[in-house]
């Protein structure tokens, strides 16, 4: 079946550090890919999203760009900050139902 | 406007007992789903309603879990005979629609059940 695996946390950088977090995806069919964030306290909220492949999710600095060809959707922002700490959870959805990776616990430190 | 609704926002209870949980989505939105987050785990997906029917309800993990949709919108999921490995945080969400064309759903606060 359609799945997710995402690059195991936790991740810890310096503020204004480059941050990448992997996900690659299985799937039979041609799924869209989401990122989702989830903040201290907070529920979940989607980050960004791409519906086909060579599209490009971008939201509040992060991007992440649909690649068929390896598979992969992995999310990048140029310069972190604290309040980007959160655990970020990658997800794909193909017919209706949606599959997630384990999440990546990312901390920031100033 | 209002976001997906879920109540209780926390429930203890007994081992054995039954607990209902409830998910209000936001008005319009015809899909709506019920997750599973285990501490320390991924999401784990556990049904899918479009309207009122489930598709997919292959993600319960037991047949002590049950879930209905009434009129579109309200949907409660029910363990039966709470088990200690049953203490998670159990999350809804909802979307315009499912099935092709997958739009991002958008998700409560979750509830948080813990079973002594």
Request: net charge negative; with cysteine; aromatic share 10%.
């Amino acid at each position: 079946g359609d799945s997710v695996t995402q690059m195991e946390g936790p991740v810890t950088l310096s503020e204004e550090a480059f941050l990448t977090i992997n996900c690659t995806y299985t799937a039979t069919g041609y799924p869209s890919l989401f990122w989702y964030v989830q903040y201290p306290g907070e529920g979940l909220q989607l980050l960004l999203k791409a519906t086909k492949a060579d599209d490009k999710g971008s939201n509040k600095g992060f991007e992440a760009t649909y690649r068929k060809e390896t598979t992969s959707f992995h999310l990048e922002k140029g310069s972190v900050q604290v309040s980007d700490s959160a655990v970020y959870f990658c997800a794909l959805s193909d017919t209706g139902d949606m599959r997630f990776g384990a999440g990546t616990r990312l901390t920031v430190k100033p | 406007g209002a976001g997906v609704s879920q109540s209780p926002s926390n429930k203890v209870t007994e081992k054995g007992k039954d607990v209902e949980l409830r998910c209000d989505p936001i008005s319009g939105h015809t899909a709506l789903y019920w997750y599973r987050q285990s501490l320390g785990q991924g999401l784990e997906f556990l049904i899918y309603f479009q309207g009122n029917s489930a598709p997919d309800k292959s993600g319960l993990p037991s047949d002590r879990f049950s879930a209905e949709r009434t009129g579109g919108s309200v949907s409660t999921l029910t363990i039966q005979r709470t088990q200690q490995e049953d203490s998670a945080v159990y999350l809804c969400a909802s979307s315009q629609r499912g099935g092709t064309g997958v739009q991002p759903q958008h998700f409560g606060d979750g509830t948080r059940l813990s079973i002594l």
